[in-house]
């Protein structure tokens, strides 16, 4: 008995042993299987380099290494949260593939979503330089307000509106950003995912800072780029850290004032990164070192370069890797948590605006009420709204309330504006001896006399030195019918050719007022009618007596037409423009009797291929028979404009001016301070009635050049040359087109 009772207990214990310590084939399959550890992907800030990323996230999942956690810091924080939102690798290739890049960083709202006053002002000011008067004047807290990155995200992120903790996601996520109010490292845990992710890449300066709940927040990078410890936090039990390697320090850097100071932040990155690096189980250093963080047109180059790094330390991931069974049990077990659908949203909620904008937005986007969301088409609502000029940006998600889902947008104004402030310089020359240098700015006030009304004021000294002031009013709130009174005073200096050579040096007057009844067909086309009382002359200031001065106040009756269709005013890649005006005038120089005049501008671009632009401009007038106008004439010479020419050179009652050319784009600028560089060539063929003589028949010309898209306009430069000898050199700064 006591025997048998030995034997069971010999036997129980045996068994428990071997149980404890997986001994034999049955035990590990009766027992429960041995945990593995968490895994965190911690995911580095830089910019374009980030990239790299994806192509580590390709190859783990291609073999099989979980991720049970990830946490990440700007770029890294943005491909982390949409890899932790169950976005594959391949979805968010594909996703960065299509931005166009260019676009959402430079914080530019697209030319031909303004409506058309803000067009207007484009094209009297164009460059990215906005002020405010607000609190004096001010700028704004950042070059891009980071609403076309926002759109973007808002996007990716609709389906999980009420997740309360970014555990919830089919990874748990967090991701850095730096809180200005305390200036300590701030981690997103919860609330909305595309503001986290949008608040981890603000780069001061660059993108507007993120304000959430009184504090206001911008790229993590400099508190916590590589941030492994909050991965433990997680309870990471291992961790991948990828560091995007770019190299030995290059003192050669340091020869501009951008490679100094970025080499600065680049320090003050490092040292908070130095820590974490050696925390990581295993640190994937990712040869970025033939890229800047501002390639983000590369992302095709780039991403490979996290596969290779992955494959360089294969025997290290792999340790980690889960076989196929388990591997699919740990997709089923994400993908149990990953949502594609998106309710319909019944009921709109505009939060923060008050008055007139609130009542604006909830007009704008109450279409959508009732119906599936359409991304596309709110992304062009913002657009639209944006495109007025008093919104910084507006963000959109979806909420509950009472057992409704609704959709909430987030209209956010303009801190600095309104009133605005638009400034700009211009410089144009083809002789050393004539270089025309401008500067100009326009104060623009809002409601003043009601919804719509618009006062503008500007002043302007140089080539053309005045001031002017006009007040805008629709006739009714949010109708195409408009008035607006103007009063004007203006002097230019023009100069008087004859046979080539310049005689004399007027300063040409045109002072006045008026006022016109308008029409505003469309956000691209506007009609005006309208009465102007002027005193208009002309007065020698340089030279010999040759043609006559003049002084006259005549009524003018004018009509005015605008179709701005472009996509650009600097250099457009698409669409076209007409400007076009006719005037009488009820006294002509020196003679008795009235006088009609009418000019027109034309030009019409279309793009060939990625790099090459197609462009055509006609322009012209006529003086319908009037003759012996002297200086009150028409003209054509100058850079642009015959660039062979001096400016002003040929002057007559008529004239026509043809330009058909090719722009090539060279070269991309950082999006953040410029658009792209091009070279161009264009042919210039023209004709003048009515002038002095000497006048050319058909003057024509071939010039080549460059062209520059930058923060504070078109930069443009080279040389013509043209018929009888005429040879010329320009340069400019200013709109070309």
């Not at 948590?337 to 949203?345: G, L, Q, Y």
């Not at 009418?598 to 793009?607: L, R, S």
């Not at 792209?676 to 009635?689: L, M």
Request: aromatic share 10%; proline share 5%.
């Amino acid at each position: 008995m006591l025997s048998t009772i030995f034997c069971r207990r010999v036997v129980l214990i045996a068994a428990v042993a071997a149980e404890t310590i997986g001994f034999g084939a049955g035990a590990q399959q009766a027992g429960t299987k041995a945990a593995r550890p968490k895994i965190g992907l911690v995911l580095e800030g830089g910019g374009a380099l980030g990239f790299a990323h994806i192509g580590v996230i390709e190859w783990m999942e291609e073999h099989h290494i979980p991720v049970d956690y990830v946490a990440g810091t700007s770029m890294g924080g943005l491909v982390g949260g949409l890899y932790a939102s169950g976005q594959s690798p391949d979805e968010i290739e594909t996703f960065v593939n299509e931005i166009h890049w260019s676009n959402v960083l430079s914080g530019v709202v697209p030319y031909d979503a303004l409506n058309f006053r803000r067009k207007e002002d484009k094209l009297a000011y164009p460059n990215r330089i906005e002020l405010g008067l607000k609190h004096g004047v001010s700028l704004p807290d950042g070059l891009n307000s980071g609403s076309a990155v926002g759109m973007l995200l808002d996007r990716k992120a609709l389906a999980y509106y009420d997740v309360k903790n970014f555990d919830d996601l089919p990874i748990p996520f967090r991701c850095v950003a730096t809180d200005m109010t305390t200036g300590e490292a701030y981690v997103f845990h919860d609330g909305s995912l595309a503001q986290a992710m949008r608040a981890t890449m603000s780069i001061p300066g660059v993108f507007a800072p993120v304000e959430h709940a009184g504090h206001f927040f911008s790229d993590g990078g400099a508190v916590d780029n590589l941030p492994v410890d909050v991965a433990q936090k997680m309870g990471a039990q291992v961790i991948i850290a990828v560091y995007l390697d770019t190299g030995p320090f290059d003192p050669k850097s340091l020869n501009s004032l951008g490679g100094v100071v970025g080499r600065n932040l680049g320090i003050v990155v490092q040292a908070n990164e130095a820590e974490s690096m050696k925390k990581a189980s295993v640190l994937l250093k990712a040869d970025v070192s033939g890229f800047t963080a501002s390639d983000f047109e590369k992302s095709r180059q780039i991403i490979p370069k996290g596969v290779a790094v992955a494959e360089q330390n294969a025997a290290a991931l792999e340790k980690y890797a889960l076989n196929d069974a388990d591997w699919r049990e740990y997709v089923k077990a994400r993908n149990a948590k990953k949502r594609t659908t998106v309710p319909v949203p019944q009921f709109l909620d505009v939060y923060g605006a008050q008055g007139g904008e609130k009542e604006e937005v909830t007009r704008e986007f109450s279409r959508y009420i009732g119906k599936p969301i359409d991304a596309q088409k709110i992304d062009d609502s913002i657009t639209k709204l944006e495109g007025i000029g008093t919104y910084s940006s507006i963000s959109y998600n979806l909420v509950d309330q009472d057992d409704k889902t609704g959709l909430l947008i987030r209209p956010r104004a303009k801190k600095y504006a309104p009133p605005f402030l638009n400034v700009g310089a211009t410089l144009s020359s083809n002789d050393s001896n004539n270089i025309q240098l401008g500067l100009g700015a326009r104060a623009t006030f809002l409601g003043l006399v009601g919804p719509g009304s618009e006062l503008r004021a500007e002043g302007y000294i140089g080539e053309v030195a005045g001031a002017n002031g006009e007040l805008y009013k629709p006739l009714r709130p949010d109708e195409p019918f408009f008035v607006a009174a103007r009063a004007y005073y203006a002097h230019t200096d023009v100069p008087y050719f004859s046979d080539g050579q310049q005689l004399e040096e007027f300063t040409q007057y045109k002072n006045g007022f008026g006022a016109d009844l308008g029409y505003q067909i469309n956000p691209r086309t506007e009609l005006r009618i309208g009465e102007d009382y002027q005193w208009f002359g002309e007065q020698r200031t340089v030279g010999t007596p040759v043609a006559q001065e003049f002084g006259l106040r005549p009524w003018v009756s004018s009509v005015k037409l605008q179709y701005l269709g472009q996509d650009d005013v600097m250099v457009p890649t698409r669409g076209s423009i007409v400007q076009s005006q006719y005037s009488y005038y009820t006294q002509r120089p020196n003679q008795s009797g009235g006088f009609s005049q009418m000019n027109t501008y034309t030009a019409h671009f279309f793009q060939i291929s990625e790099k090459s632009i197609v462009f055509g401009t006609a322009s012209g007038g006529t003086s319908f028979g009037a003759t012996n106008l002297g200086l009150a004439g028409l003209s054509l010479g100058g850079p642009l404009r015959l660039s062979a020419y001096d400016r002003n050179e040929l002057l007559g009652t008529d004239y026509f001016l043809f330009q058909p050319g090719v722009l090539y784009r060279l070269t991309r600028l950082n999006p953040v301070v410029g658009g792209a560089v091009y070279a161009t060539i264009f042919y210039e063929i023209g004709n003048v009635w009515g002038g002095a003589s000497g006048t050319p028949t058909l003057p024509n010309d071939v010039s080549g050049g460059f062209v520059a898209k930058t923060l504070f306009g078109a930069i443009y430069g080279g040389g013509s040359i043209g018929d009888s000898g005429h040879r010329k050199w320009f340069i400019g700064l200013g709109r070309v087109f």
